[in-house]
């Protein structure tokens, strides 16, 4: 008799957006729905991108020029111009591995390290890194304050300005997100030297998601872990075309292994850059040629203006939203060097009760802060991927609401 494996029976009944999409089902407001919610962009793809799209295609299409198969880690001319303008050179080519999004590679990265690693990951954060972790078997049971027993769970709050510090105990396995998912707030360097030096004491690798890296606007934030002295040796970066370039529905990411990066076992010395090419070869066909010719595009002199000109709409629309709620008294968080904002209900309010005043009295959809961890409760997160005349809509209805 065939059996499941046992640690999908400790997740919730459904991925993080299920209770909100119901509750949405059912909302009282008339209003057309508003949504602020999930993190879904709105912006079509820049122009550059449609006409590599377009002439990829062509060349599919020509018995002459068509791709089968193509190289397990990437094209060259992607992982060339990723080495040459987002890391300036001081990243090999051969150190980044192309892949359809950094959701796939955050949750397959735990294949390649021992189930007794024991996890940090800050609370609240991206749901898919504690997801994926009691998938692999690196929990005990859920406890009764919604925590998993077996992991390391690094504050995220008001106290210390939303920036997850190294804990005093042990750790493998960190989980990192700067600009952070949910709460917008990016780390500094300072802290970022501080859990370098804690990843090299401990012998920890750190897992480092840089999904909003280009909404980065603060000075003291860096733009990639491996701007502070020694990263490249405990540290795996992960970034997306996603949410800055609209690849949502196009798929397309990549993450850095540097060669330094290494992990011992019973004293044998191995790189994680040959685990992972060794893992990818085999479970993985390939990210599509016309998408990478695509996510080329972006490093063309038009296609850095057009995709700085998509981020700068959606830093717009988020210091918009910022402002629009400090207006009406409340208290925020994000929106400088993010797209989300994190959001405080009011003080006699839960982030659910909050949540549907918004939902049924402004039909405005948000995500209350307890769906990304317990620490998150009494918050809502908010969107700026809207367009901005919904944005300036939604700002107007909660005058009404509130």
């Known amino acids: 008799m065939a059996k499941i494996n046992a640690h999908y029976s400790k997740l ?18 008339t209003l057309p729905l508003i949504s602020l919610g999930v993190g879904d962009i709105t912006l079509p ?5 449609v006409s590599a799209l377009i002439d990829a295609a062509k060349e599919m299409g020509d018995p ?12 060259d001319f992607l992982r060339e111009a990723i080495s040459q303008h987002d890391y300036n050179g001081k990243i090999a080519p051969d150190e980044i591995i192309i892949s359809d999004g950094a959701k796939c590679d955050i949750s397959n990265i735990q294949e390649i390290f021992c189930t007794q690693n024991r996890v940090a990951l800050a609370d609240p954060t991206y749901p898919v890194y504690i997801d994926t972790t009691v998938m692999a078997g690196r929990t005990r049971p859920r406890l009764k304050n919604g925590r998993y027993g077996g992991v390391t769970y690094l504050s995220c709050t008001e106290e210390n300005g939303f920036r997850p510090r190294p804990p005093r105990e042990h750790c493998d396995l960190v989980y990192l997100c700067s600009p952070n998912n949910p709460t917008g707030v990016a780390m500094d360097r300072e802290l970022l030297a501080e859990w370098v030096a804690y990843a090299k004491k401990e012998g920890a690798i750190l897992i480092y998601d840089g999904a909003y890296e280009a909404y980065i606007r603060s ?14 040796e405990v540290a795996i970066e992960i970034r997306s075309f996603s949410k800055s370039a609209g690849f949502t529905g196009l798929r397309l990411s990549y993450s850095v292994f540097p060669h330094a990066l290494k992990v011992f076992d019973c004293g044998r010395e191995h790189s994680l850059n040959a685990l992972w090419k060794r893992r990818h070869e085999t479970k993985y066909g390939g990210t599509p040629y016309a998408a990478q010719r695509a996510g080329a595009a972006l490093y063309t002199p038009e296609g850095k203006k057009q995709l700085q000109a998509v981020v700068q709409t959606y830093s717009d629309n988020a210091l918009l939203l910022r402002k629009g709620l400090q207006n009406l008294g409340l208290t925020v968080y994000g929106g400088i060097d993010a797209p989300y904002i994190w959001c405080k209900a009011p003080a006699h309010l839960t982030d659910w009760e909050f949540f549907d005043i918004l939902l049924n009295k402004a039909a405005i959809l948000s995500i209350p802060g307890s769906e990304f961890g317990s620490s998150g409760s009494g918050f809502l ?18 005058r009404s609401a509130l």
Do not use: T, W
């Not at 793809?45 to 991108?49: D, F, G, I, K, R």
């Not at 002459?64 to 094209?75: Q, R, V």
């Not at 003291?220 to 490249?232: L, Q, R, V």
């Open 12 to 29: 919730s009944g459904n991925y993080i957006f299920g209770e909100v999409a119901d509750r949405a089902k059912v909302r009282k407001s």
């Open 45 to 49: 793809l820049p122009a550059a991108c």
């Open 64 to 75: 002459l020029s068509y791709k089968g198969y193509g190289p397990p880690f990437g094209y």
């Open 219 to 232: 000075k003291d934030a860096p733009h990639s872990i491996y701007e502070i002295k020694g990263a490249e």
């Open 381 to 398: 997160r908010m969107s700026a991927f809207a367009p901005r005349p919904s944005i300036e809509e939604a700002l107007q209805r909660l």
